[in-house]
């Protein structure tokens, strides 16, 4: 009987022994899988690090280097990692400690993330430009044990956007000379030009004798002339002050019914060769609106002008102007060809044309209607077109009827 207890005790004891080795192999193969897993968890983190663009360095609380991918290795100008590693970062890169130091202190001492945009790195006579992120690093405590530091390059889209500064200011200085001449070549032409109308008119007036009918159609011919030189010389000047971006603007009364007629009659003459009709179109006992009478008047002309111009011959314009809400509208309605709607926009700005070759027909040199739009613009409205081609074209304005000025006078800018 006791050898049997003694077997029975001996075969539960093997068993037993056998539980716990099955249990410390079950332990060991964990651990050889943690093990394993950890490594390759290693591996993968170390291969993310080292191929990313983004250049990463780790610092430790002394700022010593303790890991660094070759994104960073080239902002320290260094290529192998063993010249940087366990060595303090501001040794490796010097020129970088009144810089940057402070801001790596300051994550040590807030816990909180730094940016830094468009950091310049010098190295030699080589300056480059990066966005840099510095993140703390905690681990059980609180405590701030590093300094994580990722950068990445602008150095591209820094030199891009001080080249095209530069471009700017080239430009800019390019419209300002242009104006400059502008300018200057508009006051020297009126000087001989206001010799030639005056002589003109002397001789109109019967001065040198009286004239015949020949004589008479060769200086009116002359007078034309004359004027369509001085009112491109007016344009220019008035698109250079308007260039400028300074120009007086007053708040007066106008009379638009007077306005209208003024326009109505100076147009009688110009395009009188062409038997076009201009038709005025307004409710009786339009209000005066304060606005500056110039520039409005010279809105209006420069309109009409345009629709006489690109009218068929027999072709009638219609100038209807409406007190729409607490504002002036003005409509000025054509028989032309019509515009496409793709340049409705283009037809505004300065020196266009739709067609060059109607400049040798028609005349002008494309400033009309770029001038009523800052006219417009100056008296504080807004100006469009409605055109197809083969239906004509509907330009339009609308105007407050009050212009709002400091005084009698204002500078627009």
């Known amino acids: 009987m006791s050898l049997n207890k003694a077997a029975r005790r001996l075969k539960k004891k093997v068993a037993l022994l056998k539980g716990e080795v099955r249990k410390a192999r079950k332990q060991y193969l964990l651990q050889v899988d943690i093990a394993a897993a950890l490594e390759r968890e ?166 040198a004798g009286k004239l015949n009918a020949h004589q008479r159609e060769y200086l009116e011919n002359i007078l034309k002339g004359a004027d369509r030189m001085t009112r491109l010389i007016e344009d220019l000047l008035v698109m250079s002050q308007l260039a400028t971006g300074k120009i007086e603007c007053l708040a007066v009364p106008v009379c638009l019914e007077t306005l209208l007629l003024e326009i109505q009659e100076i147009m009688a003459g110009p395009f009188s060769d062409k038997v076009c009709r201009l038709s005025l179109d307004f409710e009786n006992r339009l209000p005066s609106i304060t606005a500056d009478p110039r520039y409005l008047h010279r809105l209006l002309y420069n309109l009409v002008d345009n629709a006489l111009k690109f009218s068929p011959k027999g072709g009638n314009v219609t100038l209807r102007a409406s007190m729409v809400g607490d504002g002036l509208q003005v409509e000025v309605i054509d028989e032309g060809d019509g515009i496409p709607t793709e340049q409705h926009q283009r037809i505004f700005e300065r020196f266009y044309q739709i067609d060059m070759s109607s400049t040798r027909t028609n005349g002008g040199i494309g400033m009309g209607l770029a001038i009523a739009k800052s006219m417009v613009e100056v008296l504080g409205g807004q100006i469009g077109v409605e055109s197809s081609p083969g239906e004509g074209s509907r330009f339009w304005f609308a105007l407050p009827s009050r212009l709002t000025l400091k005084g009698q006078a204002a500078t627009i800018d």
């Not at 993310?48 to 990463?56: E, G, Y």
């Not at 150095?155 to 104006?179: G, P, W």
């Open 42 to 207: 290693k591996t993968f983190s170390e291969t993310l690090i080292r191929h990313m663009p983004t250049a990463i360095a780790f610092l430790d609380q002394e700022f010593r280097v303790r890991i660094v991918n070759p994104a960073h290795l080239r902002i320290l100008g260094k290529e192998k990692a063993r010249e940087v590693l366990e060595r303090p970062y501001f040794e490796v890169i010097p020129s970088l400690e009144r810089s940057l130091k402070p801001a790596c202190e300051a994550v040590f001492a807030s816990g909180c993330p730094q940016v830094i945009e468009d950091f310049k790195i010098t190295l030699g006579e080589d300056h480059t430009y990066w966005d840099l992120t510095q993140v703390p690093v905690c681990y059980e405590s609180d405590e701030v044990e590093g300094v994580l530091l990722l950068a990445n390059e602008v150095t591209d889209r820094i030199q891009r956007e001080r080249l095209q500064q530069l471009q700017v200011k080239q430009l800019q200085e390019q419209d300002r000379m242009k104006e400059e001449i502008l300018s200057i070549i508009s006051h020297e032409l009126r000087t001989p030009l206001n010799f030639i109308t005056g002589f003109a008119s002397l001789l109109e007036d019967g001065v």
